[in-house]
């Protein structure tokens, strides 16, 4: 698969720093658990954007705490 586009993944986060930090934080999972795509000659980083892109991965997001902010 070629590289995801910008604007498909923008559409899946709210901002590009939650782009960001979502995908480094999968490419770290995948780099400590071992668990690369063996056919994949892809590095860990565009794994991690190619399987936000195919909604493989899901974003969790803290709870807002306090009334109506």
């Known amino acids: 698969m070629q590289q995801p586009s910008l604007d498909l993944l923008l559409k899946k986060v709210r901002s590009k720093y939650e ?6 934080k999968r490419a770290r999972m995948l780099v400590d658990s071992g668990k690369l ?3 994949s000659s892809h590095k860990v980083v565009t794994v991690a954007l ?3 892109a195919k909604d493989k991965i899901r974003i969790e997001r803290p709870a807002k705490k306090g009334g109506n902010q």
Do not use: F, I, R, S
């Not at 782009?19 to 480094?24: E, H, N, R």
């Open 37 to 39: 795509p063996k056919d």
């Open 50 to 52: 190619e399987e936000l």
């Open 19 to 24: 782009l960001v930090v979502a995908v480094a």
